[in-house]
Protein backbone atom coordinates (compact mmCIF):
# COMPACT_ATOMS: atom_id res chain seq x y z
CA UNK A 1 0.00 0.00 0.00
CA UNK A 2 1.30 3.58 -1.00
CA UNK A 3 2.42 5.62 1.96
CA UNK A 4 0.15 8.75 2.38
CA UNK A 5 2.44 11.13 0.55
CA UNK A 6 2.71 8.94 -2.53
CA UNK A 7 -1.24 8.53 -3.35
CA UNK A 8 -2.18 10.68 -6.03
CA UNK A 9 -6.06 11.25 -4.84
CA UNK A 10 -7.04 11.49 -1.72
CA UNK A 11 -7.22 8.94 1.54
CA UNK A 12 -9.11 10.13 4.57
CA UNK A 13 -8.32 8.23 7.51
CA UNK A 14 -10.39 10.35 10.25
CA UNK A 15 -12.80 12.98 10.82
CA UNK A 16 -12.30 16.03 9.76
CA UNK A 17 -10.87 17.84 11.56
CA UNK A 18 -8.88 15.17 13.34
CA UNK A 19 -7.79 15.04 16.92
CA UNK A 20 -4.66 16.13 16.29
CA UNK A 21 -6.09 19.49 13.82
CA UNK A 22 -8.17 20.35 16.91
CA UNK A 23 -5.45 20.52 19.10
CA UNK A 24 -3.90 23.26 16.69
CA UNK A 25 -7.28 24.56 16.06
CA UNK A 26 -7.56 25.49 19.46
CA UNK A 27 -4.34 27.05 20.57
CA UNK A 28 -4.29 28.56 16.87
CA UNK A 29 -7.32 30.55 18.19
CA UNK A 30 -5.48 31.35 21.63
CA UNK A 31 -2.74 32.44 19.58
CA UNK A 32 -3.16 33.51 16.48
CA UNK A 33 -3.94 37.22 15.07
CA UNK A 34 -7.58 36.71 14.06
CA UNK A 35 -7.12 39.06 11.27
CA UNK A 36 -6.31 35.66 8.61
CA UNK A 37 -9.12 33.92 7.12
CA UNK A 38 -9.47 30.17 6.97
CA UNK A 39 -11.99 28.76 4.97
CA UNK A 40 -11.57 25.51 6.85
CA UNK A 41 -9.50 23.44 9.01
CA UNK A 42 -6.98 21.80 7.01
CA UNK A 43 -4.15 21.48 9.51
CA UNK A 44 -0.74 20.28 6.92
CA UNK A 45 2.08 18.78 8.15
CA UNK A 46 3.74 17.36 5.17
CA UNK A 47 3.36 17.99 1.06
CA UNK A 48 4.52 16.32 -1.89
CA UNK A 49 2.91 16.84 -5.71
CA UNK A 50 -0.26 17.83 -5.28
CA UNK A 51 -0.80 15.71 -1.82
CA UNK A 52 -1.09 17.31 1.49
CA UNK A 53 -1.09 14.98 4.51
CA UNK A 54 -2.39 16.94 7.67
CA UNK A 55 -1.63 16.25 11.41
CA UNK A 56 -4.10 13.20 11.72
CA UNK A 57 -2.35 11.39 8.56
CA UNK A 58 -5.32 12.40 6.46
CA UNK A 59 -4.41 12.84 2.53
CA UNK A 60 -5.71 15.87 0.63
CA UNK A 61 -5.49 16.55 -3.23
CA UNK A 62 -4.00 19.97 -3.51
CA UNK A 63 -6.00 22.52 -5.97
CA UNK A 64 -5.13 25.29 -4.00
CA UNK A 65 -1.00 25.03 -3.87
CA UNK A 66 -0.85 27.43 -1.37
CA UNK A 67 -2.74 30.51 -2.76
CA UNK A 68 -0.94 29.46 -6.91
CA UNK A 69 2.19 29.50 -4.60
CA UNK A 70 3.60 26.23 -4.98
CA UNK A 71 4.20 25.84 -8.91
CA UNK A 72 6.02 23.05 -9.01
CA UNK A 73 3.98 20.97 -6.09
CA UNK A 74 4.85 20.41 -2.45
CA UNK A 75 8.38 20.11 -1.89
CA UNK A 76 9.79 18.97 -5.45
CA UNK A 77 12.95 17.15 -4.80
CA UNK A 78 14.79 19.25 -7.05
CA UNK A 79 13.79 22.19 -5.12
CA UNK A 80 14.68 21.22 -1.97
CA UNK A 81 18.14 19.64 -2.68
CA UNK A 82 18.68 23.47 -4.45
CA UNK A 83 16.87 25.37 -1.28
CA UNK A 84 19.43 22.77 0.97
CA UNK A 85 22.58 23.10 -0.86
CA UNK A 86 22.26 26.67 -0.60
CA UNK A 87 21.84 26.61 2.62
CA UNK A 88 24.58 25.06 3.67
CA UNK A 89 26.54 27.56 1.52
CA UNK A 90 25.03 31.03 2.18
CA UNK A 91 22.25 32.06 3.43
CA UNK A 92 22.23 35.90 3.44
CA UNK A 93 24.56 38.64 2.41
CA UNK A 94 21.87 41.28 0.94
CA UNK A 95 21.93 41.83 -2.40
CA UNK A 96 21.75 45.86 -1.86
CA UNK A 97 24.99 46.04 0.06
CA UNK A 98 27.02 43.26 -1.56
CA UNK A 99 27.38 40.85 -4.82
CA UNK A 100 26.68 36.98 -5.08
CA UNK A 101 26.22 35.22 -8.37
CA UNK A 102 22.93 33.52 -8.17
CA UNK A 103 21.37 36.76 -8.05
CA UNK A 104 22.44 38.43 -11.80
CA UNK A 105 21.34 34.91 -13.24
CA UNK A 106 18.15 34.81 -12.14
CA UNK A 107 17.50 38.50 -13.27
CA UNK A 108 18.79 37.64 -16.60
CA UNK A 109 16.87 34.59 -17.32
CA UNK A 110 13.42 36.49 -15.67
CA UNK A 111 14.02 38.75 -17.85
CA UNK A 112 14.31 36.78 -20.91
CA UNK A 113 10.78 35.43 -20.38
CA UNK A 114 9.33 38.79 -20.16
CA UNK A 115 7.86 39.99 -23.28
CA UNK A 116 9.38 42.83 -25.68
CA UNK A 117 12.88 43.59 -27.16
CA UNK A 118 14.37 45.82 -24.51
CA UNK A 119 16.57 44.69 -22.24
CA UNK A 120 14.73 43.78 -18.80
CA UNK A 121 16.44 44.72 -15.36
CA UNK A 122 14.89 43.24 -12.06
CA UNK A 123 14.27 44.53 -8.48
CA UNK A 124 13.75 41.50 -5.91
CA UNK A 125 11.36 41.76 -3.31
CA UNK A 126 9.78 39.05 -0.43
CA UNK A 127 6.01 38.95 -1.97
CA UNK A 128 3.80 40.15 -4.01
CA UNK A 129 2.78 42.95 -1.61
CA UNK A 130 6.46 44.46 -1.75
CA UNK A 131 6.56 44.16 -5.54
CA UNK A 132 4.00 46.12 -5.94
CA UNK A 133 5.05 48.83 -3.70
CA UNK A 134 8.35 48.53 -5.26
CA UNK A 135 6.27 49.29 -9.29
CA UNK A 136 4.62 52.39 -7.94
CA UNK A 137 7.29 53.82 -6.76
CA UNK A 138 9.42 53.00 -9.94
CA UNK A 139 6.86 54.34 -12.10
CA UNK A 140 6.48 57.32 -10.28
CA UNK A 141 9.92 58.15 -10.22
CA UNK A 142 10.58 57.07 -13.67
CA UNK A 143 7.57 59.51 -14.82
CA UNK A 144 8.24 62.04 -12.18
CA UNK A 145 4.52 61.74 -12.08
CA UNK A 146 2.60 60.68 -9.07
CA UNK A 147 -1.36 59.34 -10.43
CA UNK A 148 -2.46 55.93 -10.95
CA UNK A 149 -5.18 54.59 -12.69
CA UNK A 150 -6.01 50.74 -11.17
CA UNK A 151 -9.52 48.36 -11.40
CA UNK A 152 -12.40 47.44 -9.71
CA UNK A 153 -11.95 44.04 -8.21
CA UNK A 154 -8.32 44.00 -8.65
CA UNK A 155 -5.98 42.96 -5.32
CA UNK A 156 -2.25 44.12 -5.41
CA UNK A 157 -1.75 43.45 -1.74
CA UNK A 158 -2.40 44.96 1.58
CA UNK A 159 0.58 47.56 2.56
CA UNK A 160 -0.62 51.04 2.70
CA UNK A 161 0.71 51.93 -1.27
CA UNK A 162 -0.65 48.55 -2.60
CA UNK A 163 -3.94 48.80 -0.80
CA UNK A 164 -4.40 51.98 -1.81
CA UNK A 165 -4.61 50.39 -5.30
CA UNK A 166 -6.42 47.03 -4.31
CA UNK A 167 -10.15 47.48 -4.76
CA UNK A 168 -11.42 43.99 -3.92
CA UNK A 169 -13.10 44.19 -0.70
CA UNK A 170 -13.74 46.73 2.05
CA UNK A 171 -12.59 44.37 5.25
CA UNK A 172 -9.22 45.43 3.48
CA UNK A 173 -9.67 48.73 3.96
CA UNK A 174 -12.15 48.59 6.18
CA UNK A 175 -10.69 50.75 9.38
CA UNK A 176 -7.29 51.60 8.57
CA UNK A 177 -7.88 55.04 7.55
CA UNK A 178 -6.56 57.18 4.82
CA UNK A 179 -4.43 55.76 2.26
CA UNK A 180 -2.77 56.94 -0.68
CA UNK A 181 -4.05 59.90 -2.92
CA UNK A 182 -4.17 60.22 -6.50
CA UNK A 183 -5.66 56.54 -7.85
CA UNK A 184 -8.90 56.63 -9.41
CA UNK A 185 -10.39 52.81 -9.67
CA UNK A 186 -12.72 52.31 -13.03
CA UNK A 187 -14.23 49.14 -14.11
CA UNK A 188 -12.82 45.64 -14.83
CA UNK A 189 -13.90 44.12 -18.05
CA UNK A 190 -15.70 41.27 -16.56
CA UNK A 191 -17.70 39.77 -19.60
CA UNK A 192 -19.78 37.58 -17.74
CA UNK A 193 -21.88 40.30 -16.13
CA UNK A 194 -21.15 42.99 -18.99
CA UNK A 195 -23.54 45.65 -18.04
CA UNK A 196 -23.51 46.12 -22.36
CA UNK A 197 -24.04 42.62 -23.60
CA UNK A 198 -20.13 42.39 -24.70
CA UNK A 199 -18.63 38.36 -25.26
CA UNK A 200 -15.79 37.66 -23.07
CA UNK A 201 -13.16 39.07 -26.62
CA UNK A 202 -14.88 42.55 -26.68
CA UNK A 203 -16.31 43.55 -23.16
CA UNK A 204 -14.41 46.27 -21.64
CA UNK A 205 -15.09 49.33 -24.71
CA UNK A 206 -17.32 51.56 -22.48
CA UNK A 207 -14.69 51.19 -19.68
CA UNK A 208 -11.80 52.30 -22.25
CA UNK A 209 -14.02 55.74 -22.93
CA UNK A 210 -14.29 56.01 -19.62
CA UNK A 211 -10.78 56.42 -19.26
CA UNK A 212 -10.06 58.40 -21.69
CA UNK A 213 -13.43 61.00 -22.14
CA UNK A 214 -14.27 61.30 -18.59
CA UNK A 215 -11.06 60.46 -16.45
CA UNK A 216 -8.59 61.90 -18.39
CA UNK A 217 -10.86 64.93 -19.02
CA UNK A 218 -12.23 65.52 -15.84
CA UNK A 219 -9.93 64.28 -12.89
CA UNK A 220 -6.64 63.39 -14.04
CA UNK A 221 -4.44 64.66 -16.74
CA UNK A 222 -3.18 61.88 -18.32
CA UNK A 223 0.30 63.46 -18.26
CA UNK A 224 -0.07 63.61 -14.46
CA UNK A 225 -0.58 59.55 -14.64
CA UNK A 226 2.21 57.77 -13.58
CA UNK A 227 0.94 54.18 -14.27
CA UNK A 228 -2.04 52.04 -14.89
CA UNK A 229 -1.76 48.63 -13.16
CA UNK A 230 -4.02 45.38 -14.16
CA UNK A 231 -3.93 41.92 -13.62
CA UNK A 232 -4.27 40.25 -16.63
CA UNK A 233 -6.50 37.68 -15.37
CA UNK A 234 -7.77 39.28 -11.90
CA UNK A 235 -7.17 36.82 -9.06
CA UNK A 236 -8.51 37.49 -5.63
CA UNK A 237 -11.57 39.51 -7.43
CA UNK A 238 -12.77 35.94 -9.24
CA UNK A 239 -10.35 34.56 -11.54
CA UNK A 240 -11.72 36.88 -14.19
CA UNK A 241 -9.88 37.14 -17.10
CA UNK A 242 -9.33 40.64 -19.12
CA UNK A 243 -10.03 40.53 -23.07
CA UNK A 244 -7.22 40.72 -25.22
CA UNK A 245 -8.12 44.01 -26.89
CA UNK A 246 -8.53 45.77 -23.67
CA UNK A 247 -4.93 45.03 -22.89
CA UNK A 248 -4.18 45.94 -25.66
CA UNK A 249 -5.80 48.92 -25.74
CA UNK A 250 -4.67 49.94 -22.57
CA UNK A 251 -1.01 49.35 -23.58
CA UNK A 252 -1.44 51.81 -26.69
CA UNK A 253 -3.59 54.79 -24.21
CA UNK A 254 -0.15 54.26 -21.89
CA UNK A 255 2.59 54.45 -24.80
CA UNK A 256 0.23 57.17 -26.15
CA UNK A 257 0.87 59.48 -22.85
CA UNK A 258 4.02 58.50 -21.81
CA UNK A 259 1.85 56.56 -18.30
CA UNK A 260 4.14 53.15 -17.29
CA UNK A 261 2.02 50.31 -17.90
CA UNK A 262 2.39 47.49 -15.01
CA UNK A 263 1.04 44.07 -15.41
CA UNK A 264 0.22 42.66 -11.61
CA UNK A 265 1.40 39.15 -12.30
CA UNK A 266 1.82 37.49 -9.04
CA UNK A 267 -1.15 35.02 -8.90
CA UNK A 268 -1.35 34.63 -13.14
CA UNK A 269 2.21 34.33 -13.60
CA UNK A 270 5.19 31.56 -13.81
CA UNK A 271 3.55 28.87 -16.26
CA UNK A 272 0.21 29.01 -14.59
CA UNK A 273 -1.61 29.95 -17.46
CA UNK A 274 0.56 27.79 -19.84
CA UNK A 275 2.78 30.74 -20.93
CA UNK A 276 4.95 32.32 -18.37
CA UNK A 277 2.75 35.32 -18.20
CA UNK A 278 -0.78 35.56 -18.96
CA UNK A 279 -0.13 39.07 -20.73
CA UNK A 280 2.01 37.34 -23.61
CA UNK A 281 -1.77 35.88 -24.86
CA UNK A 282 -2.72 39.60 -25.44
CA UNK A 283 0.70 40.12 -27.18
CA UNK A 284 1.39 43.08 -25.17
CA UNK A 285 5.01 44.34 -23.74
CA UNK A 286 4.59 45.83 -19.72
CA UNK A 287 6.46 48.87 -18.79
CA UNK A 288 6.96 47.00 -15.18
CA UNK A 289 5.93 43.03 -14.54
CA UNK A 290 4.89 42.11 -10.49
CA UNK A 291 5.65 38.79 -9.73
CA UNK A 292 6.01 37.31 -6.71
CA UNK A 293 3.93 33.59 -5.88
CA UNK A 294 4.66 30.65 -7.43
CA UNK A 295 8.46 32.07 -8.16
CA UNK A 296 9.98 30.20 -6.08
CA UNK A 297 7.92 27.39 -4.90
CA UNK A 298 6.72 28.32 -1.53
CA UNK A 299 10.45 30.10 -0.59
CA UNK A 300 9.16 33.92 0.06
CA UNK A 301 10.32 36.26 -3.04
CA UNK A 302 8.58 38.51 -5.54
CA UNK A 303 10.79 40.43 -8.05
CA UNK A 304 9.63 43.33 -10.61
CA UNK A 305 11.15 42.85 -14.11
CA UNK A 306 11.18 46.53 -16.13
CA UNK A 307 12.42 47.64 -19.23
CA UNK A 308 16.11 49.13 -18.73
CA UNK A 309 14.70 52.57 -19.54
CA UNK A 310 12.64 52.35 -16.93
CA UNK A 311 14.41 51.07 -14.36
CA UNK A 312 16.49 54.12 -14.07
CA UNK A 313 16.72 55.02 -10.17
CA UNK A 314 19.66 55.94 -8.49
CA UNK A 315 21.71 53.84 -5.78
CA UNK A 316 20.26 53.88 -2.66
CA UNK A 317 16.68 55.07 -4.13
CA UNK A 318 14.92 51.95 -3.40
CA UNK A 319 16.25 48.94 -1.27
CA UNK A 320 15.66 46.14 0.63
CA UNK A 321 17.75 43.29 3.41
CA UNK A 322 16.09 40.45 2.50
CA UNK A 323 15.07 40.58 -1.00
CA UNK A 324 16.46 38.32 -3.58
CA UNK A 325 18.19 36.04 -0.70
CA UNK A 326 19.85 33.36 -2.17
CA UNK A 327 17.98 30.16 -0.78
CA UNK A 328 14.84 32.18 -2.23
CA UNK A 329 17.06 32.62 -5.57
CA UNK A 330 18.51 28.62 -5.58
CA UNK A 331 14.36 27.85 -5.39
CA UNK A 332 13.33 30.37 -8.25
CA UNK A 333 16.13 28.74 -10.14
CA UNK A 334 15.36 25.51 -9.70
CA UNK A 335 11.48 26.21 -10.11
CA UNK A 336 12.16 28.02 -13.54
CA UNK A 337 14.44 24.92 -14.91
CA UNK A 338 11.14 22.77 -13.88
CA UNK A 339 8.38 24.84 -15.37
CA UNK A 340 10.56 25.69 -18.46
CA UNK A 341 11.32 22.19 -19.24
CA UNK A 342 7.89 20.08 -18.08
CA UNK A 343 5.21 22.30 -15.96
CA UNK A 344 3.93 25.50 -18.68
CA UNK A 345 3.41 22.65 -21.40
CA UNK A 346 1.77 21.13 -18.60
CA UNK A 347 -0.32 23.30 -17.20
CA UNK A 348 -1.58 24.08 -20.83
CA UNK A 349 -2.18 20.53 -21.37
CA UNK A 350 -4.14 20.08 -18.24
CA UNK A 351 -5.61 23.29 -18.33
CA UNK A 352 -7.42 22.38 -22.11
CA UNK A 353 -8.42 19.10 -20.50
CA UNK A 354 -9.60 20.84 -17.94
CA UNK A 355 -11.94 22.71 -19.40
CA UNK A 356 -12.75 20.10 -21.92
CA UNK A 357 -14.48 18.72 -18.81
CA UNK A 358 -16.10 21.09 -17.04
CA UNK A 359 -17.14 22.75 -20.34
CA UNK A 360 -20.84 21.44 -20.04
CA UNK A 361 -21.38 22.32 -16.36
CA UNK A 362 -23.25 25.45 -17.40
CA UNK A 363 -25.64 23.42 -19.11
CA UNK A 364 -25.32 20.62 -16.54
CA UNK A 365 -25.37 22.33 -12.79
CA UNK A 366 -27.90 25.14 -12.81
CA UNK A 367 -26.05 26.55 -9.65
CA UNK A 368 -22.97 27.08 -12.20
CA UNK A 369 -22.85 30.91 -14.22
CA UNK A 370 -19.66 31.02 -15.58
CA UNK A 371 -16.54 28.92 -16.05
CA UNK A 372 -13.24 30.56 -17.16
CA UNK A 373 -9.72 31.24 -17.46
CA UNK A 374 -6.84 29.96 -18.82
CA UNK A 375 -4.30 27.37 -18.06
CA UNK A 376 -4.62 26.05 -14.62
CA UNK A 377 -6.05 29.37 -13.20
CA UNK A 378 -9.51 28.38 -13.73
CA UNK A 379 -13.09 30.42 -11.87
CA UNK A 380 -16.01 28.72 -11.58
CA UNK A 381 -18.63 31.16 -10.89
CA UNK A 382 -22.11 30.12 -8.74
CA UNK A 383 -25.20 31.59 -8.95
CA UNK A 384 -28.48 30.72 -7.22
CA UNK A 385 -29.98 31.05 -10.51
CA UNK A 386 -28.76 31.35 -13.86
CA UNK A 387 -31.33 33.61 -15.64
CA UNK A 388 -30.66 36.38 -12.83
CA UNK A 389 -27.11 35.74 -11.96
CA UNK A 390 -27.75 35.97 -8.62
CA UNK A 391 -24.19 35.67 -6.67
CA UNK A 392 -23.97 32.52 -4.19
CA UNK A 393 -22.39 33.31 -2.04
CA UNK A 394 -23.61 31.00 0.64
CA UNK A 395 -23.59 27.68 -2.24
CA UNK A 396 -19.56 28.66 -3.04
CA UNK A 397 -18.85 28.75 0.68
CA UNK A 398 -20.78 25.31 0.74
CA UNK A 399 -19.01 23.75 -2.00
CA UNK A 400 -15.73 24.76 -1.00
CA UNK A 401 -16.34 22.95 2.64
CA UNK A 402 -17.72 20.20 1.59
CA UNK A 403 -14.77 19.71 -0.98
CA UNK A 404 -12.34 19.75 1.95
CA UNK A 405 -14.56 16.86 3.49
CA UNK A 406 -13.95 14.90 0.26
CA UNK A 407 -10.55 15.17 0.38
CA UNK A 408 -10.70 18.29 -2.36
CA UNK A 409 -8.29 21.45 -1.45
CA UNK A 410 -10.16 24.62 -3.22
CA UNK A 411 -10.51 28.09 -2.05
CA UNK A 412 -12.80 30.53 -2.89
CA UNK A 413 -11.97 33.94 -4.94
CA UNK A 414 -14.35 37.30 -5.29
CA UNK A 415 -17.65 37.26 -3.54
CA UNK A 416 -19.10 34.10 -5.12
CA UNK A 417 -16.19 32.04 -7.30
CA UNK A 418 -14.63 29.28 -6.46
CA UNK A 419 -10.51 28.95 -7.89
CA UNK A 420 -8.48 26.30 -9.12
CA UNK A 421 -5.39 27.04 -8.68
CA UNK A 422 -3.30 23.47 -8.50
CA UNK A 423 0.35 22.88 -8.23
CA UNK A 424 1.21 22.99 -12.41
CA UNK A 425 2.11 18.95 -12.06
CA UNK A 426 -0.98 17.79 -11.47
CA UNK A 427 -2.16 14.90 -14.07
CA UNK A 428 -5.13 13.35 -16.03
CA UNK A 429 -6.24 10.93 -12.59
CA UNK A 430 -5.95 13.65 -10.29
CA UNK A 431 -7.75 16.36 -12.53
CA UNK A 432 -10.48 13.60 -12.89
CA UNK A 433 -11.05 13.39 -9.41
CA UNK A 434 -11.24 17.11 -9.03
CA UNK A 435 -14.02 17.80 -11.70
CA UNK A 436 -15.58 14.59 -10.06
CA UNK A 437 -15.65 15.68 -6.61
CA UNK A 438 -17.01 19.42 -7.09
CA UNK A 439 -19.74 17.43 -9.54
CA UNK A 440 -20.73 15.59 -6.57
CA UNK A 441 -20.48 19.06 -4.15
CA UNK A 442 -22.59 20.84 -6.49
CA UNK A 443 -25.49 17.92 -6.64
CA UNK A 444 -25.60 18.29 -2.78
CA UNK A 445 -25.38 22.03 -2.82
CA UNK A 446 -28.43 22.33 -5.61
CA UNK A 447 -30.78 20.20 -3.06
CA UNK A 448 -30.25 23.45 -0.78
CA UNK A 449 -31.37 25.93 -3.47
C1 LIG B 1 -2.46 39.67 -8.04
C2 LIG B 1 -1.85 39.83 -6.68
N1 LIG B 1 -1.04 40.86 -6.44
C3 LIG B 1 -0.44 41.03 -5.24
C4 LIG B 1 -0.67 40.15 -4.21
C5 LIG B 1 0.01 40.34 -2.88
O1 LIG B 1 0.97 39.35 -2.72
P1 LIG B 1 1.52 38.93 -1.28
O2 LIG B 1 0.39 38.31 -0.53
O3 LIG B 1 2.66 37.99 -1.57
O4 LIG B 1 2.02 40.16 -0.61
C6 LIG B 1 -1.52 39.06 -4.41
C7 LIG B 1 -1.81 38.11 -3.32
O5 LIG B 1 -2.78 37.39 -3.33
C8 LIG B 1 -2.13 38.90 -5.68
O6 LIG B 1 -2.94 37.88 -5.93
Avoid at 423 to 433: C, R, T, Y
Wanted: charged share 25%; with cysteine.
Amino acid sequence: MPTTLEVKTPRLVTAIPGPNAKRVLERDARFMSPSYTRDYPLVARRGRGAIVEDVDGNAFLDFAAGIAVCSTGHCHPQVVAAIQNQAAELIHMSGTDFYYESMPELAERLGRTMPGTESKKVFFTNSGTEAIESAVKLARYATRRDKFIAFYGCFHGRSMGALSLTASKSTQRKGFGALLSGIEHIPFPYAYRCAHGHTAETCGAEILEQLEGQIFKRLFDPEDVAGIIIEPIQGEGGYVPAPKFFLQELQRICHQHGIMFIVDEVQSGMGRTGKWWACEHAGVEPDILCSAKGIASGMPLGAIIAKESVMCWKPGSHGTTFGGNPVCIAAALATMDLIESEYKENAHRMGDYLFGRLADWVKDFRIVGDVRGRGLMIGIEIVRDQRTKEKAADLRNAIVDLAFHKGLLVLGAGENTIRLSPPLLIDQEQADFAARTLEDCFREAEKKV
